[in-house]
């Protein structure tokens, strides 16, 4: 009985093995047309767009470099102005120190204060216009230098003890060397000539004879 049942199975494994399908190959791709062909030689691999370069400078960097050279040739010649100017203005500080540090109680101060007041103007106005000013003259001269009057006691003390051996009072003497420093600080080319400058004193000498 048992070899019947082995003849069995072994009789429907070959029906079943006739009937399944035999494998077949895969079809076979079809041959590209020439217009294919052509359209596929066309293609090319993507390309990355190449770097953009910092040269040529774009016309925003040409502007600011510009600018930056024209700030830095403005602070240059400002730079430069301030220095002349204050190397002009050093004889101010030397000639105001000198003011100050005079004694009033020493004997010919004015004659003291009118030196450095010729000396600090001859820096500015040269020696022939300066010092051949004297009296009146000399200080309508100052007065014109600085658009301002000088103090009549300052005026006193300058055309009263300059050429004498009397001391002049400590209030003028005061007034003097406050009149001189406030002129070594302030003092600028007068807006007249000298002539023009000079006229109302030689008036006031002719009427005066």
């Known amino acids: 009985?048992?070899?019947?049942?082995?003849?069995?199975?072994?009789?429907?494994?070959?029906?079943?093995?006739?009937?399944?399908?035999?494998?077949?190959?895969?079809p076979a791709p079809s041959p590209m047309s020439p217009e294919m062909q052509s359209l596929l030689a066309q293609l090319k691999d993507i390309q990355e767009p190449a770097p953009i370069g910092w040269w040529p400078l774009a016309p925003g960097w040409w502007m600011?470099?510009?600018?930056?050279?024209?700030?830095?040739?403005?602070?240059?010649?400002?730079?430069?102005r301030l220095r002349k100017k204050r190397r002009r203005n050093l004889y101010r500080a030397e000639g105001e120190r000198l003011l100050r540090a005079l004694d009033l109680d020493a004997p010919r101060v004015v004659e003291q204060i009118n030196i450095l007041l010729k000396r600090v103007a001859v820096v500015t106005f040269g020696r022939d216009t300066c010092a051949p000013l004297t009296g009146q003259r000399w200080i309508t001269f100052l007065e014109s230098a600085v658009d301002e009057a000088m103090p009549e006691a300052a005026r006193r003390a300058l055309l009263e003890s300059l050429y004498s051996d009397a001391n002049a009072a400590q209030a003028d003497l005061q007034a003097l060397r406050d009149f001189a420093i406030d002129w070594t600080r302030k003092h600028q080319h007068p807006q007249l000539d000298t002539a023009k400058a000079t006229a109302p004193a030689q008036q006031a000498e002719a009427e005066h004879v």
Do not use: E, R
């Not at 019947?4 to 190959?25: C, D, E, R, Y």
């Not at 600011?64 to 430069?80: D, E, N, P, Q, T």
């Open 1 to 26: 009985m048992m070899t019947g049942i082995m003849t069995s199975v072994m009789t429907v494994g070959a029906a079943l093995k006739q009937a399944s399908p035999a494998p077949q190959n895969p």
């Open 64 to 80: 600011l470099a510009g600018l930056i050279v024209a700030l830095l040739f403005a602070a240059g010649w400002l730079l430069l």
